[in-house]
């Protein structure tokens, strides 16, 4: 059996619908597990919502626009006789009060931002039926098991195994429908996998059931050596192998999310990139292969936020000293994109959450001098060569720079 993954770009609109349909379509006579995103932009409205709920703002015309955009989905799909705008309100009447909610931001933030993917997979499940499709829905959060680290979900593979294997069963006569990004606890309440998780739900839901391959449709024509839209000299991969594709999640490649690659390798299950606006290129295949010399390959992150933590009683910084530092960042659960120290000072890169990395800098100033610059792109040149070193090395505004034999790191003001 295989596994498709479509992101939120492939179902921006009605003919993405109808080209993710064509595309199930010619793929429905073995075996097929299908994992979508949110519909485009929808999520990055669902954490505005969140922001503004929980500031006692008025939030309503944003979620008239997650409503008006999906129903003119519904409409050009030609869904209206059907329940589903009853049920898109349902839905909608729920992340309203979700949102008001009092508690944790974390948590409310994943009982909102998932809803998401309950709308979009609803739209296309009811679109392949009418379209006389033999798909079923399921709910992700009931085979995808985590703890209750919100936003971060930490998937328990034992119970998650047990619940996804059951699916074979279903999967012998009926195409599955179900959400990427999200999972449940055992609580019953929705936690998120980390942004554009869903990549990772595919990997997941793929190494339970022992696919044959996953397959993320995206926009672009397959795992590419930069960001098009940054620069436009960025080649296709045909292949890649599994370390270097880990790297490049890791260095923050969107292409790809970070946590993916690891279930797959370990399963030795091939990872394709194809792209969804024209499915007969081929894409780029990520497995286990050697390749002797890859061209450069160049990332940006952007939203950086630069730490600096200096020793206020004259010593050095030393492994004590660090060693607290890294407790207070996995205490809250913030992980570390490029760090540096000099004598008396330790600097580390992290991505921007204000509230959760306000928290952060609250508590480090308990035993440091704590300085910060926020509005920072990372950017990450791997397999770098004479010129791409030098390119990179004088940009204007870097604040940090670090090489080793294979990869230069620079920060610079955005």
């Known amino acids: 059996m295989r596994v498709f993954k479509f992101g939120g770009a492939s179902l921006k609109n009605s003919q993405g619908f109808h080209n993710v349909a064509s595309i199930i379509k010619k793929h429905s006579k073995e075996p097929l597990l299908v994992v979508v995103s949110a519909i485009d932009k929808t999520t990055n409205a669902l954490e505005r919502v969140v922001a503004l709920a929980q500031a006692k703002k008025n939030y309503q015309s944003v979620l008239q626009e997650i409503r008006q955009q999906h129903k003119q989905i519904i409409h050009e799909l030609n869904l209206e006789a059907d329940t589903i705008n009853e049920d898109l309100e349902t839905l909608i009447h729920a992340i309203a009060n979700k949102a008001e909610a009092e508690g944790d931001y974390d948590f409310i933030y994943d009982q909102v931002v998932s809803q998401g993917e309950i709308l979009s997979s609803t739209v296309l499940n009811r679109f392949l039926q009418i379209n006389k499709s033999s798909v079923q829905w399921i709910d992700a959060r009931n085979y995808i098991h985590t703890d209750e680290t919100f936003r971060e979900g930490k998937v328990d593979w034992t119970q998650s195994q047990t619940a996804i294997k059951s699916l074979n069963e279903i999967l012998q006569h009926k195409i599955i429908i179900t959400q990427g990004f999200i999972g449940g606890t055992t609580q019953n309440t929705t936690t998120t996998l980390g942004r554009e998780g869903s990549d ?53 490649a969107d292409v790809i999310h970070p946590k993916t690659i690891k279930p797959l390798a370990n399963a030795n299950i091939p990872l394709w990139v194809k792209n969804f606006d024209d499915p007969s290129l081929p894409g780029t295949i990520i497995h286990d292969c050697k390749i002797a010399k890859l061209p450069p390959l160049i990332v940006f992150k952007d939203n950086q936020c630069l730490i600096s933590c200096k020793v206020t009683d004259y010593s050095f910084v030393n492994e004590p000293q660090m060693n607290t530092i890294f407790e207070i960042l996995s205490q809250r659960d913030v992980h570390v994109n490029v760090m540096q120290n000099s004598a008396i000072t330790f600097s580390f890169c992290v991505d921007f959450r204000e509230p959760k990395i306000s928290k952060l800098i609250e508590a480090l100033s308990k035993k440091f001098e704590v300085y910060y610059n926020t509005d920072l792109t990372l950017i990450t040149v791997k397999n770098y060569n004479a010129a791409t070193f030098q390119e990179y090395r004088i940009l204007p505004g870097i604040m940090l720079e670090q090489s080793s034999r294979s990869t230069l790191q620079v920060l610079v003001r955005s």
Request: glycine share 4%; aromatic share 14%.
């Open 200 to 252: 990772f739900s595919a990997a997941i839901f793929a190494t339970c059931l022992k696919a044959k391959s996953v397959t993320i449709w995206k926009d672009v024509p397959g795992v590419m050596s930069a960001d098009p839209k940054r620069l436009k000299n960025a080649v296709v991969f045909d292949e890649l192998p599994y370390q270097e594709a880990a790297e490049m999640t890791y260095y923050g």
